[in-house]
């Protein structure tokens, strides 16, 4: 185990983003040093002279001084959770603080996909190239898929994999941790019709409106909780997350309201959702008959 103790964390800090970009995204360059951490380009080079002499297998020779490639017999410096991963790939990640000033507990709901198979998807949607993975289905069991993935999902719960699916030929939600197996399939390049261009569900913006349970006597908690304007909460969402949306907010979609007590939000524009595909997880949502 090599010891970086005699580092400044600082530092430490940059040369873990050196081996994320080269392990995840395949390459990284000095330019990346100084946009990400708005140091001098003097310090960038010497962050990348460092993790050279520490890691001297991990860039490729193929390495030009503008751009720095993942070796083929690289191994690794830092150790990397899946979870966080996905949140730096997408954008998502949380400020963390070693201190903590006020009493608290969080109860994190643990989802840790496998992290070879976050990174042959990674890889596989940056080049747009299909996976063939393994995948587990609780109503089937495990089967091979034919995968060509374009984007990543949190749903609150657990990541997924937005993908085209050639077995059913459609796109849809794939959960990663149920991934067995993935491995890119080199020689392929998709169709168009296989690609995020042509997910009408993932391009399609719907707006919500969510309004106060009308079996509420009284709203104001609710309108205060969710800061509703006018005692209305506005939400746009792609028409692919809004089952998972609606059912997160246990909001009550049925054509009559729910008799439900434990409703305490209610879809207030249902033709909203006309169209929109996994609706079989909005709460008691019932079709469009007689509206």
């Known amino acids: 185990m090599i010891s970086?103790?005699?580092l400044p964390a600082a530092q430490v800090s940059r040369l873990t983003y050196i081996e994320f970009c080269l392990r995840f995204l395949g390459s990284f360059s000095r330019a990346d040093l100084v946009k990400k951490f708005g140091v001098g380009t003097a310090a960038a080079s010497r962050d990348i002279a460092e993790y050279k002499k520490l890691m001297p297998n991990n860039i490729s020779d193929?390495?030009?001084?503008?751009?720095?490639?993942?070796s083929d017999s690289w191994q690794p410096l830092f150790k990397f959770k899946s979870s966080e991963v996905l949140a730096q790939l997408t954008g998502k990640e949380i400020q963390s603080f070693t201190h903590s000033y006020v009493?608290?507990?969080?109860?994190?709901?643990?989802?840790?996909?496998?992290?070879?198979?976050?990174?042959?998807?990674?890889?596989?949607i940056l080049s747009q190239r299909a996976l063939e993975a393994e995948y587990f289905s609780n109503s089937s069991g495990s089967s091979t898929k034919n995968l060509v993935p374009h984007s990543y999902m949190y749903n609150g719960s657990r990541w997924h994999v937005r993908a085209f699916?050639?077995?059913?030929?459609?796109?849809?939600?794939?959960?990663?941790?149920?991934?067995l197996g993935a491995k890119i399939?080199?020689?392929?390049?998709?169709n168009k019709l296989e690609l995020k261009t042509e997910d009408i569900q993932w391009n399609?913006?719907?707006?919500?409106?969510?309004?106060?349970h009308p079996s509420l006597e009284d709203t104001r908690g609710v309108t205060n909780e969710f800061n509703m304007i006018d005692g209305?909460?506005?939400k746009r969402i792609r028409a692919s997350s809004a089952g998972y949306f609606l059912k997160n907010l246990y909001v009550d979609c049925a054509r009559i309201p729910t008799a439900d007590k434990h409703f305490r939000l209610r879809l207030k524009n249902r033709l909203s959702l006309y169209g929109v595909g996994g609706l079989n997880m909005a709460p008691y949502f019932d079709g469009f008959e007689e509206e």
């Open 4 to 6: 970086l103790k005699h």
């Open 165 to 179: 699916d050639r077995c059913k030929n459609r796109f849809g939600d794939f959960v990663i941790s149920r991934f």
């Open 204 to 212: 399609r913006q719907i707006d919500l409106e969510i309004i106060p």
């Open 103 to 124: 009493s608290n507990e969080t109860l994190d709901i643990i989802d840790e996909p496998d992290l070879r198979i976050v990174t042959e998807i990674t890889k596989a």
């Open 185 to 190: 399939i080199e020689k392929e390049t998709p």
């Open 62 to 70: 193929t390495s030009s001084s503008k751009s720095y490639v993942l």
């Open 232 to 234: 209305v909460l506005k």
